[in-house]
């Protein structure tokens, strides 16, 4: 009963990095699948989300006076996945920049503290 209490709050904090990590990893099997084509409305809605989760934990890392390393690594996510002024590269380069980004996302689950506030 206490791993699944600590499991709908570790959700209940974290539900918009997991739909940027759902999003981003769909991206990432479309592109290296060939199998279907994602509509340009699902990248534009994907970047929101990114920017906005990065945002997020460029403020979560601050807040808990973490690395300074990760604050820039997320702000330097949040430039990237811009979607007012989007930075053009080719697909090739998508598909590892969207890799990526699914692996910090993951990794940010173990390596970020919650705050128990």
């Not at 300074?68 to 996945?81: D, K, N, Q, Y």
Request: hydrophobic share 60%; with cysteine; proline share 3%.
């Amino acid at each position: 009963m206490i791993k699944l209490t600590h499991m709908k709050m570790f959700i209940s904090k974290s539900w918009l990095r997991l739909i940027g990590i759902i999003m981003l990893s769909v991206a990432v099997t479309s592109y290296f699948s060939n199998w279907y084509v994602l509509p340009y409305a699902f990248y534009q809605l994907m970047c929101w989300v990114v920017v906005i989760e990065s945002l997020m934990l460029v403020w979560k890392i601050h807040k808990n006076r973490g690395s300074e390393i990760l604050i820039w690594i997320f702000v330097f996510t949040a430039v990237v996945f811009n979607p007012l002024t989007p930075i053009y590269m080719s697909t090739l380069v998508w598909q590892y920049v969207d890799l990526a980004m699914v692996v910090l996302f993951i990794l940010s689950f173990f390596f970020l503290k919650e705050n128990k506030s």
